[in-house]
């Protein structure tokens, strides 16, 4: 998202990455509208549930008119923050050319715009969000050092399937169990079915499978339900209610049998409706994620977060396993919610587009393996030695099939960390657009919405960025696949003037971590662990402080393995600058050693023990030029 963006809506859309109600990506996705004329007008709809920008085959805008009961082309306003109608029918004949060069260059709205509506639409369809149950899931979702939440064992959903007296449901309902539950299953050009993923990407360790009702026929016609004028919220609900009371009342459901969190709440819960959506984006019956307004409980189980799509003639498992990844995991979206980028993990997540794609919606990719460790799906082995003395080092390997990860994590902040794995272009990631060694940089201040430090970072090989300047959805060169200058280090800066690819932490400093000779793509990826940098025998820092501060040397710490260490301060006259050594002990900077005389020269001399240093020059007061010399 651009610096554009209101702070208001940063605000909101932080707070929607972390939650569980989040949004379908689409991009280049196709839809039919039947416009009043009863043409089948043609739209290309790029965007999410939050915002879409919807266009013609020749690019021109459109929005849907109340009035005038279809999509009419549509311009920017003079303040560039809406879209207005022209109140001209939208058709799919000649191209419109009205003011503008060629429609395939029209702009569309202003970010800062996009990111206002996008807030406006997330208000409206979850005003839930300081619920208990909402506090849960973000919780989850915290990034930090251990998984605090696994999800494994038998899971059990509920997936209601309605028709309608308009649109009898053609998919029977053993189609719709198989397409669900069957564990080999290749229908409808699937690779798997929903619960065949996820037992593929938990290896085996989460097994969610769904009770598949009968069809439930609506008490009113489609057209009702599907009407243009109000918002998918509206009338989807009221079939969603009428539906639950259905299984209820007539059909006898046990809801205790289902899966629910810790307030009650049912994990899986999902709608399944006849034929196409028959709606425009937002519309109608247009496939969402929401939360239901109106409560419904029986025998212990309450609603909360649904989802409802419609099956079409061919149903891909994408869009149901992205939205349980939500709705039962409370994973977040890793893609830009106001489109100015692809996010930057784009195709290498199910959570991103990995699971839309004209391949990867029949057989999604995987999550990526930090997702996968917090629902405790994988190992961790830390690999920086500050946090584990007994870091492997030297030559590792990283298997692409396996379900362990490497990790390197900030000293000074628990909840940053690099993960490490491998990908390979195999069975769940047979579609993912490269292969090789892949890097991910997790910050839990980081968001979705901001491509340039999102919550979760692919560090892209060939350093272009291509998702986050919004030129593709990952390509060949992202990830570390055995190209002598594709090391991974500390060398370039991510400042955001440069947004390079590195090792560095988000603070700017160096992490100490790099991966070199990274083995060709395989199953099983090979890779060096850089050393950790220790203090020479001798070594001399000049600096320069400003009144009251600080600074580090060698920065961020240092492995000492025990002996002497000598620190002599030389600071300007007329100055109090003082001289600390600290060591890593119990998860925090320890103080060991220190000199603080009311001088600018201080001195320490200081028996070590083994372990992770660093030292202090801190001004009491004055500012000005320092040398420090270190020995050992």
Known sequence: MRTSMTIAA?????????????????????????????????????????????????????????????????????????????????????????????????????????????????????????????????????????????????????????????????????????????????????????????????????????????????????????????????????????ALNWVKSSEGFDFSTLSRDSTGHIKGL?????????????????????????????????????????????????????????????????YDYDGSSQGSVADFCVMGFGGVGFQSQHRPTKPVGFLRYLAGWETVTELNPAINRSAPTGRLSEDASGHALYRWSNPANAAEAFYVEAIHKSEQNLYQPDQGLAVFHIDPTGTNTDEWHPYIQMEHADGKRDPENNVNRGDGGDLYDGVATRAFNNNVPNALASHGTNSRWWNGYASGFELANISVPGKIVSFDVGAVPTVPAANVYNGTLANQAEAIHPNPWFEYKGGTLGAVLVGPAGTDFDLRIEKWSNAAWVKVAESAGETSQEKISYVAAAGYYRIIVASYSGAGNYKLTVTK
């Open 270 to 334: 999902n709608f399944f409706y006849a034929g196409e959506a028959d709606s425009p984006w937002s519309k109608g019956l247009w496939p969402h994620m929401g939360w239901l307004g109106e409560r419904f409980c029986s025998n212990g189980a309450c609603t909360g977060s649904y989802q409802i799509s419609n099956m079409g003639q061919q149903p891909a498992i994408g869009t149901f396993v992205h939205e349980s990844g939500h709705l039962i995991m409370g994973w977040p979206d890793l």
């Open 10 to 242: 940063a605000m909101v859309l932080s707070l929607a990455a972390v939650t569980a109600e989040a949004a379908i990506p689409y991009q280049g996705h196709t839809y039919e509208f039947r416009q009043p004329s009863g043409e089948k007008l043609k739209i290309r709809l790029d965007g999410n549930d939050y915002y879409a920008e919807q266009r013609t085959e020749d690019g021109s805008l459109i929005v849907y008119d109340n009035a005038k009961h279809g999509f009419c082309y549509a311009h920017v306003n003079a303040t560039g923050d809406q879209l207005v109608s022209s109140g001209v029918l939208a058709t799919n004949g000649k191209p419109r050319m009205s003011g503008i060069a060629s429609a395939k260059s029209e702009p569309g709205l202003s970010t800062a715009a996009k990111a206002r509506l996008a807030q406006e639409r997330y208000q409206k369809m979850h005003g839930h969000t300081l619920d208990v149950a909402q506090r849960t899931t973000a919780a989850m979702m915290a990034p930090s050092a251990v998984a605090n939440a696994p999800v494994s064992g038998q899971m059990r959903g509920l997936t209601v399937i309605i028709d309608f007296s308009d649109a009898p449901g053609t998919i029977t309902k053993p189609q719709v169990e198989s397409f669900l539950n069957d564990p080999a299953y290749t229908g409808f050009g699937n690779a798997q079915s929903v619960r065949g993923y996820f037992l593929a990407v938990s290896g085996n360790k989460l097994d969610y499978s769904n009770t598949v009702t009968r069809y439930y026929r609506a008490k009113r016609p489609k057209t009702y339900y599907a009407d243009a004028s109000l918002d998918s919220g509206t009338r989807s609900q009221e079939l969603i209610m009428e």
